[in-house]
């Protein structure tokens, strides 16, 4: 499998995004968390409804690095997530199989569905992807001044180059400090 990479274009975000709306909401909503937490998939999938029910972050201790993690909860994608778990159980696991009672879908199943809407786009999508779209777009947003700080806490990295190569930017980082380069 190729390396992941992040969707770099908003637009196709949410085209993504309504698409998986339309198609199946559990989907969706792990879409959205994905690209609004920079949580790795193992630490969507062990989410219970309790972990996100009226709350306006929550907590995940990170399965990799036990790190804690405390994550503010988009006030949208808190609405969307409040309409998903309507009727669910405090214990029922948020993105839950349907094959398995009250257990997460997996890793392969994750990549699988991926697969197939970055088929249907034409991209390369992996569980991965969702993490570094995370990653790129805060990036572009906050600026590398503000953000790489931020990204580096958030991926456990102890190196600027190794978070800019994360999320797909080091060329253009690279690119802009060599313009202003001068003798």
Known sequence: MAAANPIRNKQLIYEIAGYLKKQNERDY???MLGIYSGLRISDILKLKVSDVRECDY???TEQKTG??????INPELQQEIEKYIKGMED???????REKYNRPISRQRVNQILEEVGDKYKVRLSAHSLRKTFGYHFY???GERHALPVLMKIYGHS???HT???IGVEQEYMDKILKKFRF
């Open 91 to 97: 214990e029922d696991c948020l993105i839950r199989s």
């Open 67 to 72: 790190n804690i993690r405390k994550i503010i």
């Open 29 to 31: 909503i792990l879409f």
């Open 164 to 166: 800019l190569l994360y």
């Open 140 to 142: 572009v947003q906050y």
């Open 159 to 161: 190196r600027e180059m």
């Open 58 to 60: 929550f907590i995940v």
